[in-house]
């Protein structure tokens, strides 16, 4: 079946605008993850998604960050008045549910997103 | 907190010869382990995993790799390389709670 998809694969835009990036996970996947991938930080975790529930949001960097998710499926990452410190390649993630410690997530091919 | 260390940024090897990633992690308990593989300007492809049981697992492309708890690693292997495999390599540790936990890469380079 389909992977994971994400939209816009690129996206290039100016300090200070806001950016949605969106990202469909696998079809019957229950948990879907959030993962920004930096040269300075390497791969951070932002935020899990259990239904449309937000249960750790630990890893949002700043208030600027924000993402939802509605019908258990397809979620939005907003990052509001976007900085340069902000280019990254965002990474999605699903995995069937989060019910045991034993699941596997499976990643999106990522949107690189430029601020300059 | 977890932690994972992968200690060797960069490694070339010679297409056909063996090559071995080396993978170090920090938690109190079993953690369950993932090496993701990625392609460039490809999102994360899972090469194996570890939850329990035998400690050499194997995984797609012909890798495995060895959980050995007493040196809290787990490095993953390949006989013989093929220059496909030039990607960068990621390990990864899934403890308590849904997040991972990445190293930081190594970069591998296949010289033909």
């Known amino acids: 079946g389909a992977g994971v998809s994400q939209s816009p694969s690129n996206k290039v835009t100016e300090k200070g605008k806001d950016v949605e990036l969106r990202c469909d996970p696998i079809s019957g996947h229950t948990a879907l993850y959030w993962y ?17 529930s937000a249960p750790d949001k630990s ?13 258990g499926s397809v979620s939005t990452l907003t990052i509001q008045r976007t900085q340069q410190e902000d280019s990254a390649v965002y990474l999605c993630a699903s995995s069937l549910s989060s019910g045991t410690d034993q699941e596997t997530q499976y990643f999106g091919p990522g949107t690189r997103l430029l601020v300059l | 907190a977890q932690s994972v260390t992968q200690p060797d940024i960069h ?82 540790v899934k403890a308590a709670g849904n997040k991972l936990t990445f190293g930081g890469g190594t970069r591998v380079l296949v010289k033909p």
């Open chain 2, 11 to 92: 490694i070339t090897v010679s297409e056909g010869a063996s090559l071995e990633l080396r993978c170090n992690y920090s938690y109190g308990a079993t953690p369950y382990l993932f090496w993701y593989v990625q392609s460039p300007g490809q999102g994360l492809q899972l090469l194996l995993k570890y939850f329990s049981g035998d400690t050499l697992v194997q995984g797609i492309k012909g890798f495995e790799a060895e959980f050995k708890r007493s040196q809290s690693s787990f490095n993953l292997r390949k006989p013989s390389v093929h220059w496909s495999d030039a990607a960068e390599y990621f390990c990864a």
């Open chain 1, 59 to 71: 890893g949002l960097p700043s208030d600027r960050f924000s993402a939802e998710r509605t019908g």
């Open chain 1, 36 to 52: 920004r991938q930096s040269l300075g930080q390497g791969l951070e975790f932002l935020i899990y998604f259990q239904g449309n």
